[in-house]
């Protein structure tokens, strides 16, 4: 009886010493262990580049691939202007190459904005409608749209017109939403 209690204690203490002894570095979760390759002469900081431009994010439509509707997608400028919307959407293929924004002007008393969760409270207020001069005219229906719904959601206005040389090309355009 004595040997079967000194046997059971023995095995008792040999797993409270196997419970409190360090685990290995294989083993531990949650952490990254540094090595002599993570660091020293030569490895950059992989934070964020201080000298890069700041870019504002943008909606850019385009024509979908088969042709049947249109298609969002975002991208960066360093200004928001006429102009750089107008190269993203020459670089997105919904202008011709050379396409100049002549003027881009808003006119009209700014509407009131919705309110809650997700809409920020300094966000410009939208003008009631906006013009658009450009040197080329887009092709085709589903373009004019393009550059309608790219100008009125970055541009803040609720309807525009679209020129081509100071000769209206399109008339009242407002937002369509791309899936439908």
Same mark, same amino acid.
């Given at each position: 009886?004595?040997?079967?209690?000194?046997?059971?204690?023995?095995?008792?203490?040999?797993?409270?010493?196997?419970?409190?002894?360090?685990?290995?570095?294989?083993?531990?979760? @949650?952490?990254? #262990?540094?090595?002599?390759?993570?660091?020293?002469? !030569? *490895?950059? &900081?992989?934070?964020?580049? =201080?000298?890069?431009?700041?870019?504002?994010?943008?909606?850019?439509?385009?024509?979908?691939?088969?042709?049947?509707?249109?298609?969002?997608?975002?991208?960066?400028?360093?200004?928001?202007?006429?102009?750089?919307?107008?190269?993203?959407?020459?670089?997105?293929?919904?202008?011709?190459?050379?396409?100049?924004?002549?003027?881009?002007?808003?006119?009209?008393?700014?509407?009131?904005?919705?309110?809650?969760? @997700?809409?920020? #409270?300094?966000?410009?207020?939208?003008?009631?409608? !906006? *013009?658009? &001069?450009?040197?080329?005219? =887009?092709?085709?229906?589903?373009?004019?749209?393009?550059?309608?719904?790219?100008?009125?959601?970055?541009?803040?206005?609720?309807?525009?017109?679209?020129?081509?040389?100071?000769?209206?090309?399109?008339?009242?355009?407002?937002?369509?939403?791309?899936?439908?």
């Amino acid at each position: 009886m004595k040997k079967a209690v000194l046997c059971f204690a023995g095995a008792l203490m040999i797993l409270s010493l196997a419970a409190c002894t360090p685990t290995t570095e294989k083993h531990k979760t @949650g952490e990254v #262990a540094q090595t002599e390759a993570d660091s020293g002469p !030569g *490895v950059m &900081d992989k934070g964020a580049d =201080p000298d890069a431009p700041k870019l504002e994010i943008i909606s850019i439509y385009t024509v979908s691939g088969d042709g049947s509707g249109l298609e969002g997608t975002m991208d960066g400028v360093e200004t928001k202007d006429a102009q750089s919307l107008t190269d993203m959407l020459i670089q997105y293929g919904v202008l011709a190459e050379g396409t100049k924004a002549l003027s881009f002007e808003t006119d009209g008393a700014a509407s009131s904005q919705e309110a809650g969760p @997700g809409v920020s #409270a300094d966000a410009p207020e939208k003008m009631e409608h !906006g *013009v658009l &001069d450009l040197s080329q005219a =887009p092709e085709g229906d589903l373009a004019l749209q393009a550059v309608a719904n790219t100008f009125i959601e970055n541009m803040n206005v609720e309807k525009l017109d679209i020129l081509v040389n100071g000769e209206t090309a399109a008339d009242g355009l407002t937002f369509v939403n791309p899936g439908k």
